[in-house]
């Protein structure tokens, strides 16, 4: 299969793994692969032209970006990587406080961060869902499994260790997965039924893309049942580019944010009234910190995976 291939100059050096990385679902997503010798991404992906693999080749002496793509997505994806690499974004309006030294350190340390853009909302609902209030490594091996079994051999070559990658399900291939193998994923209903509830509503979840306000997009993302505050924060930061979209309702987040910024551990509403100087870059203050590698301290045993039997509780994240 012959690819299509373009070269993107920005206005800063851009690493594509820095920018995009959080999209990765833990080292062994099948549909993203990252070769840290040359620093080179493969994404695979669904468009509405259909599955994509795109690879993104930083050259960092000429200050491009070379993508490669193969598929009947290729020029969608291609013409929408400067988004995706967060041409879209902007820091204008972002100052550390100088009280605020750990943010200040990481705001040097990675100044050509970009918030990325994907323009893939239900795609990015699909694995806010499975997400929801599970450990990562839970989450993590559920998305494996289920892009194994229902999603698409993507189109070209494949990653370069030989991996098989694979295109996430589309809205109907979510749809038609059966209850047990939900289960066998290890994700209980809860969670299924905000994916397959988002399936209906695929078109209206992409049709947000359209608007330019943050709280109009998190009220119509939150008007499905069971998305609420983190899983609408985790499709703006994802699909829509919100350099706002921080991450409440997460098990660590505002613990992390608030030790690193004044070495006390916060809840949500205390995290809240700290960064509200930074309205407006909420979600790129979390991110910086989280690229600095700062989290709060982690006291006593490492907490068990939850369980999916009667009466089991889960943690929130």
């Keep these: 299969m012959s690819s299509v291939v373009r070269r993107w100059r920005a206005a800063w050096a851009v690493d594509p793994h820095t920018v995009i990385g959080g999209l990765r679902?833990?080292?062994?997503?099948?549909?993203?692969?990252?070769?840290?010798?040359?620093?080179?991404?493969?994404?695979?992906?669904?468009t509405p032209d259909g599955p994509v693999l795109l690879?993104?080749?930083?050259?960092?002496?000429?200050?491009?970006?070379?993508?490669?793509?193969w598929g009947p997505g290729a020029e969608w994806a291609l013409?929408?990587?400067?988004?995706?690499?967060g041409a879209a974004d902007s820091w204008d309006g972002f100052e550390p406080l100088p009280e605020?030294?750990?943010?200040?350190?990481?705001?040097?340390?990675?100044?050509h961060f970009r918030v990325p853009r994907t323009r893939a909302v239900f795609e990015a609902m699909a694995a806010a869902g499975i997400?929801?209030?599970?450990?990562?490594?839970?989450?993590?091996?559920g998305w494996r499994m289920l892009l194994r079994e229902y999603g698409e051999v993507a189109p070209?070559?494949?990653?370069?260790?030989?991996?098989?990658?694979?295109?996430?399900?589309?809205p109907e291939e979510w749809r038609l997965i059966p209850s047990w193998q939900w289960l066998r994923a290890g994700v209980e209903g809860r969670r299924s039924r905000v994916v397959i509830t988002a399936a209906t509503r695929a078109a209206a979840l992409e049709r947000t893309l359209e608007l330019t306000d943050g709280a109009e997009v998190e009220r119509r993302l939150r008007s499905l049942p069971g998305v609420g505050v983190w899983t609408a924060a985790e499709v703006r930061q994802r699909?829509?580019?919100d350099a706002d979209a921080f991450s409440f309702a997460d098990y660590h987040v505002s613990r992390n944010v608030s030790y690193a910024l004044t070495g006390e551990e916060?809840?949500?509403?205390?995290?809240?009234?700290?960064?509200?100087?930074?309205?407006?870059?909420?979600?790129?203050?979390?991110?910086?910190?989280?690229?600095a590698g700062i989290s709060h301290p982690r006291y006593g045993p490492r907490q068990s995976l939850p369980t999916h039997t009667p009466g089991a509780t889960h943690r929130l994240r």
Excluded: C, N
């Design 100 to 111: 605020h030294q750990p943010l200040v350190d990481a705001a040097r340390r990675f100044p």
């Design 79 to 85: 013409d929408g990587v400067p988004e995706l690499l």
């Design 25 to 46: 679902k833990g080292p062994g997503d099948p549909a993203y692969v990252f070769d840290a010798g040359r620093r080179t991404v493969w994404r695979a992906t669904r």
């Design 156 to 170: 070209g070559p494949g990653a370069p260790d030989g991996r098989k990658m694979m295109v996430p399900p589309s």
């Design 239 to 241: 699909a829509h580019g």
């Design 266 to 291: 916060l809840d949500d509403d205390g995290t809240a009234e700290l960064i509200e100087p930074y309205r407006g870059h909420r979600f790129r203050v979390q991110r910086l910190l989280e690229l």
């Design 131 to 141: 997400e929801q209030v599970v450990t990562g490594k839970e989450s993590f091996a």
């Design 55 to 69: 690879r993104l080749t930083p050259y960092p002496g000429v200050g491009e970006v070379e993508a490669e793509a």
